[in-house]
C-alpha cells in the first residue's frame, strides 16, 4: 500500500500531542495497518517532541535517530505514539545479537502460486512506502552486521542482491534504533547484558534523543489516566518508584539497587492492585497496594532489594508492611 501524502491533512500541535503550541503538523491522509494503535493516555515531554518533528520534517536531512534511556522509560511506545498520531506506519523489530542486516533486508521464499520470489523485509517495506523502521535493542546487534545500515543511512539505493533491483528511499522514510545506551557500551547499569560496543562510524550517522523517567507530576497524571481506581495512592506510588530509580541509577555500596520500578513497572503494580482490591475483603490484613507491588515487581527480586522497597513504602505511605 502507498502511503504518499498526496493530500496531506495538517492539524494543530494542541489538536495532535496536547502541547500547548498552534504550530501545524502534517498528518498522513491513509491509515496504513502498522499506524501503531494509540494510547490516548501517552504524555509527550516537550524537548523530544520538538526534536521528532524537527527529525520526520526531514530538517536533518538523514533519516537515523538514535533514542536512549533506562528501561520502561517509553522510549520504543515515544516513536510509536508520536507516529500513531500523524497516521505514520511503523515496522517495528526487535533486534537481538544474532540480527542480521539480510534478515532485515528480506529473503527468497517458494510458494505454489508464485514459485521462487522475493519478499520484502522491514528496511525495504518501511523505504518503499516511507514508514519508520522502528529497530529495538539495536545495540545488541552485533557492529559489523548494524555498520551495514551505513549505506540506508546516507539515504543511498539499497541493491537486493537477488532480484537485481535497487530500492530507493521514499523521501519520508525514517530509521529510529532505541537501546539503553547511545552504543558506546556505556550502559549506565551493568544489568543491561549484552549490549555491544558499536562501530563510530555507524553511531556517526544518528541523531540523538535522550529519554529519561517522567518527572513526578507528569507520571502521576499518566498513571491516574492508565488506571483511574489507583488516583488516591498515584502520588505515593510514583514517590516509591522514584526513591527505586534514586538507587538504582546512582545509589552506592548496599543502598545501590540492580532492579528498577519503570513506568511499565509502576502501571503493572497499579493494574494488580486494583485486581487485589476486588478479593481484599476476604481478609482484613491484605493490604491490595502491597500485594500488588509484590505480585507485579518485588517476587522476582533478590530479597534484599525487595526488602529496601517494602522499607520505602513504609516510610512513603505510612503503612506498616506485614512480612
Ligand atoms: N510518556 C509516557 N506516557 C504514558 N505512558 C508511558 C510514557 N512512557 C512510558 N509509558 C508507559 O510505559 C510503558 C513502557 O514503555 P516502553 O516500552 O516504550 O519503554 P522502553 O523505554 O522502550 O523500555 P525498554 O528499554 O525496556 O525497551 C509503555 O507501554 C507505556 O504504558
Ligand atoms: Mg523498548
Not at 536533518?60 to 508520536?82: D, H, N, R, Y
Not at 549490549?195 to 553511531?203: E, G, R, T
Amino acid at each position: 500500500m502507498d502511503t504518499t501524502n498526496t493530500t496531506v491533512v495538517t492539524r494543530t500541535i494542541r489538536e495532535v500531542f496536547a502541547m500547548p503550541s498552534d504550530a501545524q503538523v502534517e498528518i498522513r491522509p491513509q491509515a496504513h495497518p502498522l499506524v501503531p494503535r494509540n494510547n490516548p493516555h501517552f504524555t509527550f515531554a516537550k524537548e523530544s517532541l520538538r526534536k521528532l518533528l524537527m527529525w520526520v520534517a526531514g530538517a536533518l536531512a538523514e533519516p537515523g535517530l538514535w533514542v536512549s534511556g533506562p528501561t520502561g522509560a517509553g522510549k520504543s511506545s515515544l516513536i510509536e505514539q508520536f507516529s500513531s498520531r500523524l497516521n505514520i506506519p511503523v515496522f517495528r523489530v526487535p533486534c537481538t545479537g544474532r540480527t542480521t542486516l539480510d534478515d532485515l533486508l528480506g529473503g527468497m521464499q517458494i510458494s505454489q502460486a508464485r514459485g521462487m520470489h522475493w519478499v520484502d523485509g522491514p528496511i525495504i517495506a518501511a523505504m518503499r512506502i516511507g514508514g519508520v523502521l522502528l529497530l529495538d535493542e539495536w545495540d545488541l546487534v552485533s557492529p559489523s552486521e548494524s555498520t551495514g545500515l551505513n549505506t540506508i543511512l546516507d539515504g543511498a539505493p539499497v541493491l537486493i542482491k537477488s532480484t537485481g533491483e535497487y530500492v530507493v528511499a521514499h523521501p519520508d522514510f525514517r530509521v529510529a534504533a532505541t537501546g539503553n545506551t547511545f552504543g558506546w557500551s556505556d550502559a549506565s547499569h551493568a544489568g543491561y547484558r549484552a549490549v555491544q560496543k558499536q562501530n563510530l562510524a555507524s553511531l556517526d550517522r544518528f541523531a540523538s534523543l535522550s529519554v529519561t523517567y517522567l518527572d513526578e507530576a507528569t507520571e502521576i497524571v499518566v498513571l491516574t489516566k492508565t488506571v483511574p481506581d489507583v488516583a488516591p495512592i498515584a502520588e505515593q506510588m510514583v514517590q516509591i518508584a522514584n526513591k527505586v530509580r534514586g538507587d538504582f541509577i546512582s545509589g552506592v555500596g548496599t543502598e545501590k539497587l540492580s532492579n528498577v520500578i519503570s513506568t511499565r513497572g509502576l502501571i503493572r503494580w497499579a493494574r494488580a492492585t486494583v485486581a487485589f482490591s476486588a478479593v481484599a475483603a476476604l481478609d482484613t490484613s491484605f493490604v491490595a497496594a502491597i500485594e500488588g507491588l509484590r505480585f507485579a515487581l518485588l517476587d522476582k527480586w533478590p530479597k534484599h532489594e525487595a526488602e529496601a522497597v517494602l522499607t520505602a513504602y513504609e516510610a512513603i505511605t505510612g503503612t506498616k508492611v506485614r512480612r
